[in-house]
């Protein structure tokens, strides 16, 4: 919000808080700013206040309108400079844009639940048996739900969707289990031997 805030005379301290359009100042009642110092004429300037600008024009005044001690009749008053209207003076002060950002909606996160046996179910598919415990946060997950890393050796470790934490295995036997594509070959791919009649 733009204001003037008034640096002599009797209003000394005063601050005019500006609204936006047109604001007419003087010495004469009628005036949207009333100023009470002999100098200043009965309609003595309107600041107009916009989106971007701050303008001051004056209204014919016998002492005269001064932006930074320089006569105007029609020109932008800048934040932080000296308005003078005859010998009063003041400062135009802006205050800084507030930029307010609406908080997001709380993201309700899946609640951990338990099969009809009692055992742990699985956070994302809470119908299958959890396979899998996070060593760090505790959640529990299905084979499917776990993040696996390869490492050197043809070991492999698994990891928490959420919190990367290492996971645990729960001893749970789980419905899709994670054979190599060689180990599933040899399990479906059978090949007939049969030995050479000898004649």
């Given amino acids: 919000m733009a204001r003037l805030v008034i640096h002599s005379g009797a209003q000394k301290g005063a601050e005019l808080e500006l609204q936006k359009g047109s604001n007419s100042l003087g010495r004469a009642q009628g005036n949207d700013f009333v100023l009470d110092d002999p100098t200043v004429s009965s309609r003595h300037c309107e600041v107009i206040v916009s989106e971007t600008t701050v303008r001051v024009r004056d209204l014919g005044s016998t002492n005269g309108t001064f932006i930074e001690n320089q006569r105007i009749q029609d020109a932008e008053l ?36 338990r099969l009809p046996d009692g055992a742990p179910a699985c956070l994302y598919h809470p119908g299958i048996a959890a396979a899998h415990q996070c060593t760090q ?10 993040r696996e890393l390869h490492l ?37 791919i059978r090949i007939p031997f049969r030995r050479g009649d000898s004649r």
């Fill in 78 to 113: 800048r934040n932080g400079q000296t308005l003078m209207l005859g010998s009063m003076e003041m400062r135009l002060m802006e205050g800084p844009v507030t930029i307010a950002i609406p908080p997001l909606p709380p993201t309700e996160e899946p609640r951990p639940s």
């Fill in 137 to 146: 946060c505790s959640r529990t997950y299905c084979e499917a739900c776990v």
């Fill in 152 to 188: 050197v050796g043809g070991r492999s470790r698994l990891f928490c969707p959420i919190c990367s934490g290492l996971c645990r295995s729960l001893g749970i036997v789980p419905a899709r289990s994670r054979e190599s594509v060689a180990s599933r070959l040899l399990k479906t």
